[in-house]
């Protein structure tokens, strides 16, 4: 039993404790940016260990592992004992290819499946598209574009994740491709059997299995629901409509609470349905609502210009949300007059706030989209401001990476073609067409080394296909995943001394891929999980960092800023066409999220906020650079109505900003 005694009236608020303490039904908790979300979570799961729950019997779902380890440690440090981390957490798709593991085979699922990450599904979805003749531009006699395999996988993963079908898809996503909607299917619906025939899932196959043995084995929903007393989620309004259908077949409207905040769901174009948080009282009748609005980052005025913004959503559950740090400036908005002087004026304001002792690391600059930072990128080399910019490739998708894995995969699973064929497409001298006659035969054979030993390789890649065959069988011999890699080490560092100049850097990351295997005893848990949870916090080659004694100043997209923090934060462009972005003006649905996007934008600054706008802009699609080219713009309509005394309005340009400008400039 735990040796300590949790103190709740001392650790938590009031709208906090009434969460933790919540007795029993479904509930919904409504928790504000910066109001303690993970730390309601993490009290409640020790509430319900202290109060006798068997962890074993309480689920925790995020969307990142890590998230979940974390939260069950603290959990665990609560209660001073070890019972916290029986706790059954993890993501949805994680838990997802747990059940299928178990239980798949009563749904006529394939023992030994193999998952497969988003590019492998794309590489699928390519081939087939070549295969079936849809590469080239001659559609129909008609000379038109077919959707690429980025586009292809999209399209699919979409018309899954909300349970509708591809024609719903391409009216709202892809309208260009609606006279291509027969051949879209067709291809569509061969990927599905070509998964089938080979035993492959990707991500949506796992919830979309998931669900279906939930609905058609009833037997099974009812044993995992009698299972689980107690079903936690996290960042609900993050959820899909197949995660939420699954969460109503597991619960059976019993044991569940769905953490989560209506005004911070943003990411629909993952799938993600604003719906879901705002039906939960529909979907899980008797639900209690929980509201915690207490914020523990920003001061007050800040929080008072980010109230203002969402006030406005047309949809949204009422809260307001507030700070015993009630001084501080008000945030400024500010007209610059173009995006060169914007980048001059956001420089010129880090470089003060340096100066007064903030630290670089301490300031983030945001935007909307990537492209909106290129002038303040240039202004910031050129003052020689060092900073780092959120994304890039992650560590698991660096082709490298891939292609060491894919040696793991083809051995697990020797009908992996996918995985298959691109262990061979790095041998010199093999081609596609000879990598899949290759990988082909290799997978009727009754092993993999003989079905290698037997194949009739070409001429020039005689001798790399034995040096193929000779790794994978001596690493096939090794018994853990890091074993494995480790034999395989020697071969991979060939391939790559032939194929790129920075080798040195890819061979350490293969080195730290080893280290990651070290953490798993199976190679079929070890490849299944880098699929579905895959390392995102490394350095890749050809990614460096800045060079410089001081931390950098970052800059990011919002989306890429969610649940980030900093001292100052300066949110640039904030102007129509820009935030919202033109394309949202299309749909009343799109304009929402835009401007919810704003509101996560403002909610990541602790003491300083900024928005920033250009006067005048280039009209989409224009090129040239003459003043008279350019237009007026106005702040986004976000921000009409709110008072001056909330959020001040100033502009910093010039009499230059009429230089050159008439009337009919303005409204050609």
């Known amino acids: 039993m735990s040796t300590r005694e949790l103190r709740y009236e001392q650790e938590l608020n009031p709208q906090q404790r009434a969460a933790v303490f919540h007795e029993k039904g479904p509930a919904l908790v409504v928790a504000g940016a910066g109001t303690g979300k993970t730390r309601t979570l993490i009290w409640r799961v020790a509430r319900l260990v202290e109060q006798g729950t068997d962890p074993r019997r309480i689920l925790l779902l995020t969307f990142t592992r890590r998230a979940a380890k974390q939260m069950l440690g603290r959990a665990a440090e609560l209660l001073q004992d070890e019972r916290a981390r029986r706790v059954s957490g993890g993501t949805f798709h994680s838990f997802a ?10 749904a006529d699922l394939p023992v030994n499946f193999t998952v497969l990450d988003r590019s492998d599904s794309e590489d699928i979805l390519n081939h087939l598209r070549t295969e079936m003749g849809f590469a080239g531009n001659q559609q129909r006699g008609l000379r ?40 879209l299917r067709a291809l569509i619906e061969r990927y ?42 996290d960042e609900y309004q993050d959820t899909n409509r197949v995660q939420s259908d699954i969460l109503r ?17 943003i990411y629909s174009f993952r799938g993600a349905d604003f719906r879901n948080i705002m039906a939960f009282p529909r979907d899980f009748p008797g639900a209690t609502l929980y509201r915690i609005e207490e914020n523990y980052r920003s001061t007050q005025p800040i929080l008072d210009a980010a109230n203002a913004v969402i006030a406005r959503a047309t949809q949204r559950y009422e809260k307001r949300l507030f700070t015993s740090r009630s001084d501080g400036p008000a945030p400024k908005l500010v007209g610059c007059t173009d995006e060169a002087s914007q980048a001059g004026f956001v420089a010129d304001e880090i470089l003060r706030l340096r100066e007064e002792g903030m630290a670089l690391e301490e300031i983030a600059v945001l935007f909307r989209s ?7 990128e240039a202004e910031l080399a050129h003052r020689n401001i060092p900073f780092v910019k959120y994304g890039g490739f992650k560590f698991a998708e660096a082709a490298h990476v891939k292609d060491a894995m894919a040696h793991l995969r083809w051995l697990v699973n020797p009908k992996d073609l996918v995985a298959a064929q691109r262990c061979l497409l790095v ?21 993999l080394s003989e079905g290698l030993a037997a194949v009739q390789s070409p001429p020039r890649a005689a001798g790399a296909l034995d040096r193929l065959r000779i790794a994978l069988a001596a690493a096939d011999r090794a018994a853990s995943p890091a074993e494995k890699l480790e034999v395989l080490l020697p071969y991979l560092a060939e391939t790559l001394v032939r194929r790129f ?65 900093w001292r100052a934060v300066f949110v640039i462009s904030v102007l129509d066409g820009y935030l919202p972005q033109d394309y949202a003006f299309r749909s009343a649905e799109e304009l929402e999220e835009e401007r919810r996007l704003l509101y996560v934008a403002m909610t990541r600054a602790r003491e300083l906020l900024t928005l920033t706008y250009p006067a005048m802009i280039a009209p989409s699609g224009a090129r040239a650079t003459m003043r008279s080219a350019m237009v007026f713009a106005k702040p986004s309509h976000f921000l009409d109505g709110i008072e001056e005394v909330v959020l001040p309005h100033t502009v910093v340009a010039g009499a230059e900003l009429f230089d050159g400008i008439t009337y009919e400039d303005d409204i050609a």
């Open 249 to 265: 077949a597991l619960v059976l409207h019993r044991g569940i609470m769905a953490v989560g905040d209506d005004a911070q769901a």
């Open 501 to 565: 100049d920075d080798f040195p850097k890819r061979m350490r990351d293969l080195e730290h891929l080893v280290s990651i295997a070290r953490r798993f005893r199976s190679t079929d848990r070890f490849v299944s999980d880098f699929s579905i949870e895959p390392p995102a916090d490394h350095t890749i080659a050809g990614v460096s960092g800045v060079e410089n004694e001081e931390e950098p100043l970052v800059l990011s997209t919002i989306h890429s800023a969610k649940g980030l923090e």
């Open 144 to 183: 038109r574009r077919f959707p690429q395999k980025r586009a292809l996988g999209e399209m699919a993963s979409r018309a899954t994740n909300r349970r509708v079908p591809l024609r719903g898809v391409l009216l709202r996503d892809w309208p260009q491709f609606l006279p291509d909607e027969e051949e």
């Open 97 to 106: 290819h747990t059940v299928l593991r178990r239980y798949g085979r009563y």
């Open 370 to 376: 990537s492209y909106h930072s290129f002038e303040l």
């Open 427 to 447: 041998l010199e001298g093999v081609g596609p067409v000879a990598a899949r006659a290759i990988a082909e035969r290799a997978a009727s054979s009754p092993g």
């Open 192 to 233: 599905q059997r070509y998964k089938q025939e080979h035993r492959l899932f990707d991500y949506d196959d796992l919830l979309t299995e998931l669900l279906r043995l939930l609905e058609e084995r009833k037997a099974i929903g009812e044993r995992l629901a009698s299972h689980f007393q107690a079903v936690l989620v």
